[in-house]
């Protein structure tokens, strides 16, 4: 791999963490949210409350550059991991994997707990939750490593994820999806722009969706929001180039001509001849 191609492709995750985990994370983050949270994966308990819950979500993976998007932990009993998926792969499910297996070698750690000892360890039970917000939805509500990649064959080693699509109705999941749906309507009326944003959260409100969360940081999710677009647009524009300069050198090695190549970069990349001719001369060596 060249500096360039490590370079575009490091941007690329730093990018898809932070668009990811927008106010998906900024929501939960909050301990008011966190426990409505926790209540609409388990209604069955009335007695936890905020202080139980602690905040354990994963920052990095060893040298990936991998982040989950939220971990918490209930007393010493329950470790919860959820992730937020608008476009989907189980994949999921080896990410997740791989997030509980750092979630539980911190819990040893801080707890000092001795895994070479002869006595048991002690520690909190997994659930893993993949929240789904893109189109259409998975045909069962829970997936596993054996299932999707083994053929459901018995392997030495398990992971089992619920998958949750809507939430039931009125809960802070079916709240943040409805979120995510009243967002994309508005991005395909006013595309990926402040007004996108203002709107969505002016809808939201109206609907009593998040309202108290709007009301409390409506400006802050619209800055978070829309520094997320400029993101985008920066990681669009470098991709696009570094395609684009693939594609000169690919016409260099066949000996075509500038002009030449400046009508295969227009037709291509939906470029005006201009930009494409000082597009190519920029990348011609």
């Known amino acids: ?7 575009a492709s490091g941007l690329e995750r730093g990018y898809k963490h932070r668009i990811k985990d927008s106010v998906f994370t900024n929501l939960f983050g909050d301990p008011k949210y966190l426990i409505k949270l926790y ?7 009335v007695t936890t409350t905020e202080d139980d819950l602690s905040d354990i979500t994963v920052e990095n993976i060893l040298t990936s550059g ?8 209930v007393g010493n009993s329950l470790l919860i991991l959820v992730e937020h998926q608008s476009t989907w792969t189980v994949n999921i499910i080896i990410r997740i994997l ?5 979630t539980y070698n911190l819990y040893f750690t801080e707890n000092d707990i001795d895994l070479y000892s002869s006595k048991k360890a002690e520690f909190p039970k997994p659930e893993l939750y993949v929240i789904y917000t893109g189109e ?10 054996k ?15 619920r998958v949750i699509c809507d939430g039931k109705p009125g809960d802070i999941i079916n709240q943040y999806v ?86 295969i970069i227009a037709d291509d990349f939906k470029l005006k001849p201009e930009v494409a001719l000082r597009k190519v001369k920029e990348f011609w060596t």
């Open 66 to 73: 991998q982040f989950n998007d939220l971990g918490f932990r």
């Open 136 to 145: 259409g939805s998975p045909a069962q509500e829970f997936i596993s490593l």
């Open 178 to 263: 409805t979120f995510t749906r009243v967002l994309a309507d508005q991005v395909i009326i006013f595309g990926k722009t402040r007004k996108a944003v203002e709107e969505t959260v002016r809808i939201c409100k109206d609907k009593d969706v998040l309202k108290e969360y709007f009301e409390d940081k409506g400006k802050e999710v619209i800055d978070i929001m829309v520094a997320l677009y400029d993101e985008q647009e920066v990681l669009d524009r470098h991709i696009s180039n570094k395609a684009i300069e693939a594609a000169v050198r690919v016409s260099q090695r066949l000996a075509a001509s500038q002009e030449e190549t400046a009508r």
């Open 147 to 161: 299932d999707e990649f083994f053929g459901g064959e018995d392997i030495i080693i398990d992971a089992k994820v």
């Open 98 to 102: 791989l997030y509980l297996a750092q």
């Open 39 to 45: 209540r609409a994966l388990h209604p069955e308990d």
């Open 1 to 7: 791999m060249d500096n360039h191609t490590e370079n």
